[in-house]
């Protein structure tokens, strides 16, 4: 950590920040009249609104440790260097749809970005029973674009060479992921914890070898499988919507790993939606709901698969399945395609999986199933959610298509398996 940091207060912020152009550039020359609240709900940093006479911004600063645990869990404060050149290589790959950066301190841990007006975290308002007219378009064209180009599919090879290169050097946060989604889920890890009633369900999951094998076979593809820039961990508190805008944020976890992950964690999210539904609403708004979110997991999927094919065909220009091979010769590349398609989906089911009981069991568990008070009834929906979970990490290459993911979730919804 530099001799120089020091975190940021509602008191101490407009001080220091009042003459970075780029931000009072946004919020106004006097830092007399910014308001300041500290609005951080994450497991990592601190995050302000900057309120000023002409405008909003967004302020995030590292921390030196993690949040959610306290100073006994130190970290470094390269997680903002590694947001900030994530966001600017997504904001290049796909126009928009992140926030823009305004300005960016390195020593001091510090991103200051684009406030998004009238937005409201996903996670949000899945939980509160609300729609997003485009949620899906938006969601699947992303996950899509970010993963073809940032692939030896589109990119000069020594661009993307060197950009694993730095982003390998996200060590800590990977390390995160190893452990708290990979590992800790599947034996007593210090830190995890788990909602009463579950322990039957716990148990079948710690004794399946084979399903513990098949999650470390697709942490071995987290560790060494380089094909693309990944968010990194693209949940449902990682966007935020109006009532018909998508933005993507907080890619602070970004690394070049597998196509399928982004998708994997992404659809996890919106089954831990669906299956903590009852716990929120009841009989036909329940149902309508649930449908919802079904479609949108549909409607993604289709997303991704269509872009990704037009991106195939039209943006083709890295190493990988060259058109020299193919199109040149008059050759077809469609089989090709389906194959890679089938590959990145084969993943996704197994990362969703994982992502689902991870959730539940180790140390950052989702407010879907956390802000039901009924325990039996937490326990009840989790433990479907838990289950299903293991089907997908055992069944990957049976659930080949995202109807039969739906099919699943539906099945599980109507079980009693506790």
């Avoid at 869990?73 to 997504?90: D, G, H, K, S, V």
């Avoid at 919106?270 to 949108?296: P, V």
Wanted: some cysteine; charged content about 25%.
């Amino acid at each position: 950590m530099p001799d120089n940091y020091l975190a940021l207060t509602p008191e101490s912020l407009p001080e220091r920040l009042c003459k970075i152009k780029e931000i009072a550039g946004e919020v106004g020359a006097d830092p007399n009249s910014w308001d300041v609240a500290e609005v951080g709900d994450g497991n990592l940093n601190l995050v302000f609104i900057v309120t000023g006479d002409l405008g909003k911004v967004i302020v995030k600063q590292a921390l030196p440790y993690v949040r959610l645990v306290g100073d006994s869990w130190p970290l470094t404060l390269e997680r903002a260097f590694f947001e900030y050149n994530a966001l600017i290589r997504q904001e290049e790959r796909d126009p928009g749809v992140v926030p823009k950066v305004l300005y960016f301190d390195s020593a001091q841990g510090l991103i200051a970005m684009e406030y998004l007006e009238n937005h409201k975290i996903l996670r949000n308002k899945l939980i509160d029973g609300e729609k997003v007219d485009g949620l899906s378009e938006v969601l699947g064209l992303h996950c899509a674009r970010i993963a073809f180009k940032g692939s030896d599919l589109y990119m000069e090879t020594k661009t993307k060479k060197s950009d694993v290169s730095l982003f390998e050097k996200n060590i800590e946060l990977m390390a995160i992921t190893e452990n708290l989604v990979f590992t800790d889920p599947y034996f007593t890890a210090e830190m995890n914890s788990n909602t009463e009633g579950l322990e039957k369900i716990i148990n079948i999951l710690r004794n399946d070898i084979k399903m513990k094998t098949c999650v470390q076979n697709m942490l071995r593809k987290f560790a060494s499988n380089t094909e693309t820039m990944c968010h990194g961990d693209l949940h449902s508190g990682s966007i935020m919507c109006t009532n018909n805008q998508t933005r993507v944020i907080d890619p602070e976890f970004a690394f070049y790993g597998p196509m399928g992950f982004d998708l994997g964690m992404l659809l996890a999210n919106f089954l831990m939606a669906y299956f903590s539904q009852e716990g929120h609403r009841k009989n036909s708004e329940q149902s309508d709901y649930q449908s919802w979110i079904c479609t949108i997991m549909k409607e993604t999927v289709e997303h991704f698969q269509a872009e990704f094919s037009t991106l195939w065909n039209s943006a083709r220009n890295g190493i990988l399945f060259p058109k020299t091979l193919f199109e040149d010769q008059g050759h077809s590349s469609l089989s090709a395609l389906e194959s890679f398609l089938n590959s990145i989906w084969s993943d996704a089911v197994g990362f969703c999986g994982i992502e689902m009981h991870r959730r539940c069991l180790s140390l950052a568990h989702n407010a879907d199933f956390e802000l039901i008070e009924d325990t039996k009834l937490r326990a009840k929906l989790e433990a479907r959610n838990l289950l299903m979970g293991r089907d997908l990490i055992l069944e990957t290459q049976n659930i080949d298509t995202v109807e039969k993911l739906i099919t699943m979730a539906q099945d599980y919804n109507s079980k009693d398996v506790l």
